[in-house]
């Protein structure tokens, strides 16, 4: 079965200070990444996805991720946070085999806290 | 930009009512879901759609809830008689086969 694993729960950082989030998944077969954000009250905005190709994906306000199927990661990074990105960061997986659709399977979330 | 667009933003019912949270997914996507969150929880899958038909549910989706297409642009999630640990914010969500799952801004439930 199909798993994610955010090792960090929450991960406090200095402003202006890089970021990384870890994801790990676990799947059997080919998978389709991505991590969204909530802020506070909010719904679940899409930051970036991979799909295929490139492993290097760039998503909205400056953050990227590396997928790496080696060691079945998908981590989050930003070289530089703002106060604003303050959130909870939820990496999710799917699965694509012979066409059909799964559904999304979401790790824990890591609550990301930018102090001044 | 194409929204999911979710009705009520926060309901309110009493413990063994009955609620319908709505949903209009993007006009061109084929799939729907929906998924719940509890407070301070992860986000878990309910259901999917497709078809005209449940395509998944999980172990959550018991015979209180069922969902509904009724008329080719809503999506609707029923709760037969609502229980306290029902309270969650409840997600709506669509996509065109995996190419990028869009979220509505979700219903927060609260049973009383």
């Known amino acids: 079965a199909q798993s994610v694993t955010q090792l960090d729960s929450q991960v406090p950082v200095f402003e202006e200070a890089p970021v990384e989030l870890r994801c790990n998944y676990s799947s059997s077969v080919s998978v389709y990444l991505f991590w969204y954000v909530q802020y506070p009250n909010q719904g679940l905005q899409l930051l970036l996805k991979y799909l295929s190709g490139s492993t290097l994906v760039k998503g909205i306000n400056g953050f990227e991720a590396e997928f790496n199927k080696s060691q079945t990661s998908f981590h989050l990074r930003k070289p530089s946070v703002h106060i604003s990105d303050t959130a909870e960061y939820f990496c999710?997986?799917?699965?694509?085999?012979?066409?059909?659709?799964?559904?999304?399977?979401f790790g824990k979330g890591t609550k990301l806290s930018v102090k001044p | 930009e194409p929204e999911v667009t979710q009705t009520p933003s926060h309901q309110v019912t009493q413990m063994g009512q009955e609620v319908i949270l709505r949903c209009v997914p993007i006009?061109?996507?084929?799939?729907f879901y929906w998924y719940r969150q509890i407070l301070g929880q992860k986000v878990e899958f309910l259901v999917s759609?497709?078809?005209?038909?449940?395509?998944?549910k999980s172990e959550i989706f018991d015979d209180q809830f069922s969902v509904e297409r009724p008329d080719g642009s809503n999506f609707t999630l029923k709760i037969r008689s609502t229980k306290l640990e029902d309270s969650a914010m409840y997600f709506c969500?669509?996509?065109?086969?995996?190419?990028?799952?869009?979220f509505g801004s979700g219903t927060r439930l609260t049973v009383v």
């Open positions: 969500a669509s996509t065109v086969r995996g190419y990028g799952y869009t």
């Open positions: 999710a997986v799917t699965w694509n085999y012979g066409g059909s659709q799964g559904n999304l399977i």
């Open positions: 759609f497709y078809n005209n038909e449940i395509s998944e």
């Open positions: 006009s061109n996507h084929l799939y």
